[in-house]
């Protein structure tokens, strides 16, 4: 037997405490919070003892623990506890076992025709599933191509906005740098930008690497594919490469070369400037040396007149590389382009490969489109058919914040039914729902811009207790060691609660973050009730009710931005 003293009143600023003991300890904390504490450190409580006036010591029996979760869910032949994720991103059951399992009822809105891809707009609350329905999206789209290979979709995936973010603002100036005011100036072809590095280095990435995609099986490039490329698209390659490569791991002009070598795109043809300039100063200085013998001649205004004029091409080809280089440096403004890097690797391209072609520096869309096709072309013969954008996690940005304001001043560019049904390119705009009250309050020339009526739209993510019901069968299922017959989550609970009643219940939570939340506070509460040596292996309704009230005041303090839910 141990004691620790501990006030008498078992109150801290009025708020009614309970005894927790720890590993070495006991203390007071309040009936909320002991829920967040691991079940295997909750002892089962036995004697109490009061030695002096004024102060309690609290003893208790090391030999009668609380049953833990893991014995409770071994009993079900359970491996992992299903519901200790909560962000799908992270949730290794999820991605191991359960992208192909449940799908939200309007999965077939969203996703569509993996052939003939269109977009689709979503809003849903935080937990609704925005980034399991992105990572569902991601896993039927990788099928898709591995049983396709010649007609497949190039997908990329436009979620960390931090970079972009982060040197678009570095560009601002003055009150525009302020966090509330800096994305009042982002504009669609920053997107258009954005969205172009993010496939422009994955597919120099993938060239680089002999056609391996490290993170996509399904998106291998064939040396065949690679053969098949013209000398004009394998230009374009290079020429969207000069601008939208963003690979860190090595200077650029240095993995521009690399990629020039791996496409086997000559172009030698580019230093004829070079030549010029060595063979006008050789020929000059040579004819000077020849027929004159004095060294006062090579010092002569006319021998330095020709031998200049001779370098006169190449210094005019750099000056005009200087300037594009500088102009596309100040439009792009979501990564950081070396003026210097740029202007050489504008240089080693041929004139006549570059007079005529788009180039992004001017603050418009038009040369944009013009790169986004040219992007479509190589990726056609390389054999993708489509180009699917996933847009998610615009609410994390630390610029952002989670603010609607800026969120809407983020995302509402996007908003252009010109761009959002450019051929052969879709969209799967995942947006959070403090924003949809928004669309509600535009101007007409807003609505007509966007065509959201043309956009598959979905105002709500929401889920309904059978859904959530289903939800959380399939998690049981992925981590039974039963296969053929898996627990439900129905056999959890006491027989006296229905199925229809816990569907009742489950609807009340809306989503499935607010589900897993919750079933992991019920199996806590649970098993801190019952001891090792007495266990009870079905929920009770009153535990149910009782964990119930407090996670859904918990909930609403949530909703109100009031606490973490």
Known sequence: MGGLEIPQSGEHGGIPLQPVAVRGGIGYIDPVSIRTIENDAIPHFS??????????????????????????????????NPFSQEDAAADRVFRDHCLNGTHHSAWDKIFGDPGVPSTSVVFGEQGSGKTA???????????????????????????????????????????????????????LWDH???????????????????????????????SAQTNKLSRSQKRDILLLAAFYDDNREHSATSRWNQLRRKLKFANWKSYWDWGLGLIVT??????????????????????????????????????????????????????????????????????????????????????????????????????????????????EPHLVHGSPERIRDLIWPLFDNKFLKHPDMAFKLLLPSTVAGYLNRQEKEFYERSRLD?????????????????????????????????????????????????????????????????????LIDHCSKYTEDNPQWKIQRETVQSTLALFMRDLDSYDQKLGTG
């Not at 102060?55 to 030999?63: A, D, G, I, K, L």
């Not at 500088?326 to 070396?338: A, C, E, L, N, P």
């Not at 603050?363 to 847009?391: C, M, P, W």
Request: charged share 25%; aromatic share 10%; hydrophobic share 40%.
């Open 47 to 80: 004697t109490l003892a009061c030695p002096r006036p004024g102060r309690t010591s609290v003893s208790f029996c090391n030999s009668h623990f609380a049953m833990k979760i893991h014995q409770f869910l071994n009993h079900y032949n359970i491996t992992d």
């Open 133 to 187: 329905l992105r990572l569902q999206i991601v896993s039927k789209l990788r099928e898709h191509n591995l049983e396709n290979p010649e007609e497949r979709s190039f997908v990329v995936q436009y979620e960390d906005f931090n970079p972009f973010l982060d040197n678009f603002r570095e560009r601002l100036v003055g009150r525009k740098r302020r966090p509330e005011k800096a994305l009042q100036n982002w504009r």
């Open 282 to 395: 050789a020929v000059t200085l040579g004819l000077v040396s020849r027929f004159s013998e004095e060294w006062a001649t090579f010092f002569n205004v006319w021998v330095w007149v020709i031998v200049v004029g001779g370098w006169l091409p190449l210094l005019w080809r750099q000056f005009k590389c200087w300037w594009t280089a500088y102009r596309v440096k100040k439009q792009i403004r979501v990564t950081d382009h070396h003026v210097g890097s740029l202007r050489s690797i504008l240089a080693s391209f041929e004139q006549g490969d570059v007079i005529g072609q788009p180039v992004p520096s001017r603050a418009r869309g038009d040369d944009r489109y013009a790169l986004i096709e040219r992007l479509q072309s190589v990726l056609k013969t390389l054999g993708f058919d489509n180009i699917v954008v996933l847009v998610d996690r615009v609410d």
């Open 192 to 222: 258009m930008d954005a969205i172009l590095t993010l496939a422009v280095t994955r597919l120099a990435d993938t060239i680089r690497n002999d056609g391996r995609d490290s993170r996509d099986e399904s998106s291998k490039i064939t």
């Open 454 to 522: 043309k956009q598959n739209l979905i105002p709500s993510l929401s889920w309904t207790g059978q859904g959530l019901y289903d939800v959380a069968n399939d998690r049981l299922k992925a981590c039974s060691q039963d296969s053929q017959s898996p627990v439900t989550i129905r056999d959890l609970f006491d027989d006296s609660i229905s199925e229809q009643e816990l569907i009742t219940t489950f609807d009340r939570l809306r989503a499935p973050r607010h589900l897993f939340k919750f079933l992991y506070r019920l």
